[in-house]
């Protein structure tokens, strides 16, 4: 079973290399060669989605597997964390190649030979890197794939000297956070080049208290570059980010940070030692936690204040990456504490952390995508020269208010779910304080996740307000405004289905994270995740997990926001009302132009100065 598995796994990498070599051959037809890349890459993520449910939901369970390259070997691991990375990555991968036919139409004067040549190797090298097990060989061959290769699209706009810039500097960062990853592993006691994690992990039961630290600071500053903590993904993600096409912009934000992410699980849920000893389980849980509510709170402040649309969502894609990293510091302090309550508050963590990985890979994306449509049809970027767009462009519209809606957190969209799982998660330890001697600090980052999914939903009254509902896109457009082609509008519409289904029936990425989970050997809270659940409610896989109460929610709210408007509509019927049209009273003024058109710089003006501080002011 195992060898069946890895033979689909290296024979997804095969197509996708297959893929790189057949962009030169057929890049002078610029669609053809769109066509070619989405079926190769289609290809490859139908098989890696089979090694994913493979090791979800088979009996086989984590599969091991070592490749010699040379004199040194490689070890592999699909279990089912990284199972759940995979499959991301493939439904990911494919959206992108299908809007990726159409939407390069919008650079013609750029061929299309280095694109459709690195794409491929850009997700080949994400595929690789949540399935290699060491720091050495296997890890630094995924990693170069995947940052060169996306550091060649990044760039893609090379003629634009700031454009070039950037991407540099997107370069010598990520060089960077793979030299911390790989020098970190040399601070183990009795470290071998080429180990697995596991034997990573058993070597620092014997490695000093210095060297340990120095082992896990390493690899909190590593993978926190790549995954935009702050202050480090300031440093570059916004840039990198906002200057990519867009659906490279998608696999930057939806994915690829996300494999720093998954460095921090994997390091801080994984491999700390077990009992007392050098590693301190709640030291750094905090550490983490801290690390991830500043993040979450600058980062989504910093987005608020952007005029240029993608400079806006990469702002927020470092908020939202925080949401991740403080509930899995959350999980390392709860985990460590002993406390069986606790405990179980961690797997809730723990699952709030992966259920928010999933939620944000497809909002996000969503998000991405549809700036590019933006940028397709009206040719700027710019909020205070858009306007109008739900009625040019109703489709993506829609699928916009959706991804708006899903990444605010409100209910019953997909962000609500698993932030209230993060949030229920800190506050609820709050609640066995006095107890269980649980810091109170772990309330006050769940306050603040609470309070930044307000300044959230502030970012995207602004994002979809001034591109769909405010006018004025039609006064500076070059030609006529139009909704993008069905080869763009397909992948969109299709991963907003995915967001509401997440939002709708949350027990879905509930029951896969706690799958797993279960599926992933070596993790710290194994033994809370087989304990009875005393008082608290039942949930998916037997597990008691407080948090998940919530989850039912998004339905019932549906159910009386429904029941709310139906007797709104009956009570004005009922007495009589008519519908009334008018054209929009403007104080006087006989059209709208862009003397009394409300600009960017005026949307929540006095809570932005309250935010001063936090930096980040637009385009910047």
């Known amino acids: ?30 669609r053809a060669a769109g066509a070619v890349a989405l079926a190769l890459v289609s290809g490859a993520a139908a098989l890696l989605l089979s090694v994913s449910a493979e090791a979800l939901f088979g009996p086989a369970g984590p599969a091991l597997r070592t490749v010699a390259l040379g004199p040194v070997a490689v070890p592999f691991l699909v279990d089912g964390v990284s ?12 959206a992108s190649a299908l809007y990726s036919i159409r939407y390069m139409d919008h650079y013609p004067e750029y061929g299309l030979g280095g694109y459709y040549l690195c794409y491929p190797l850009f997700v080949l090298g994400m595929a690789a890197l949540v399935t290699v097990d060491d720091l050495a060989l296997g890890f630094s061959l995924a990693w170069q794939v995947m940052t060169v290769a996306s550091f060649f699209l990044v760039r893609f706009e090379r003629r634009k000297a700031e454009n070039r810039r950037s991407a ?45 630290a120095a082992f896990f600071g390493l690899l909190l500053v590593g993978f926190g570059l790549k995954a935009g903590v702050w202050p480090l993904g300031q440093l570059w993600l916004p840039d990198a980010h906002s200057i990519a096409p867009s659906p490279v912009s998608a696999l930057l934000s939806g994915v690829m940070i996300k494999t720093g992410v998954y460095g921090l699980l994997r390091t801080f849920l994984f491999m700390p030692p077990a009992g007392e000893g050098a590693f301190d389980g709640r030291a750094w849980g905090l550490v983490v936690a801290a690390v991830g509510a500043v993040t979450l709170l600058v980062g989504t402040v910093q987005s608020m204040k952007q005029s240029d649309a993608k400079r806006l969502l990469a702002y927020s894609s ?43 890979a497809v909002f996000k994306g969503l998000l991405f995508l549809t700036s590019g449509s933006i940028l397709y049809a009206t040719g700027t970027k710019d909020l205070n020269r858009l306007g109008g767009l739900i009625r040019l462009m109703p489709v993506s519209a829609a699928v916009a208010g959706v991804a708006s809606l899903s990444i605010s957190g409100m209910p019953p969209f997909s962000g609500f779910s698993s932030k209230w799982t993060i949030v229920a998660s800190n506050v609820l330890a709050g609640g066995s304080f006095a107890a269980h001697k649980a810091t109170v600090a ?54 907003a289905a995915v967001a509401l289904a997440q939002g709708l029936f949350p027990a879905l990425s509930v029951g896969l994270a706690l799958a797993a989970l279960g599926r992933s050997e070596g993790f710290l809270l194994a033994g809370a995740m087989t304990a009875p659940s005393g008082p608290f409610a039942a949930s998916a896989l037997g597990v008691g997990l407080p948090a998940f109460g919530a989850a039912a929610a998004p339905l ?65």
């Open 168 to 212: 540099a500097k997107y370069l010598v960062l990520m060089e960077a956070a793979w030299v911390l990853v790989v020098a970190a592993a040399f601070l183990v006691d009795g470290y071998r080049f080429g180990q697995p994690l596991a034997e990573i992990a058993s070597g620092l039961r014997a490695t000093g208290a210095l060297p340990s």
């Open 556 to 620: 019932v709210v549906l159910l009386l926001v429904g029941s709310a408007l139906a007797l709104g509509a009956l009570l004005r019927r009922a007495g009589g009302a008519k519908r009334v049209e008018a054209p929009t009273w403007l104080c006087g003024y006989q059209e709208l132009n862009e003397a009394n058109r409300y600009a960017d710089r005026g949307m929540f003006a006095a809570l932005r100065g309250l935010f001063k501080f936090a930096g980040g002011k637009s385009g910047k």
């Open 442 to 495: 772990l309330v006050l980052f769940g306050v603040v996740a609470l309070f930044t999914s307000v300044v959230t939903l502030a970012c995207y009254v602004k994002f979809f307000g001034m591109a769909f509902t405010s006018s004025g896109a039609e006064r500076h457009a070059p030609g006529p405004i139009r909704e993008v082609p069905g080869s763009m509008l397909a992948p969109k519409i299709a991963l």
């Open 318 to 360: 470092i908020g939202q990456v925080g949401y991740i990293v403080l509930a899995t510091g959350a999980a390392l302090y709860l985990g460590t504490t002993g406390a069986p309550a606790l405990r179980l508050l961690a797997v809730a963590a723990a699952v709030g952390a992966l259920f928010h990985f999933l939620n944000h």
């Open 83 to 94: 199972a759940v990375f995979l499959a991301v990555i493939a439904l990911m991968a494919v």
């Open 1 to 30: 079973m195992n060898a069946d598995l890895f033979a689909r796994l290296f024979a997804a990498f095969g197509l996708l290399a297959a893929a790189a070599a057949a962009a030169p051959l057929v890049a002078r037809k610029r």
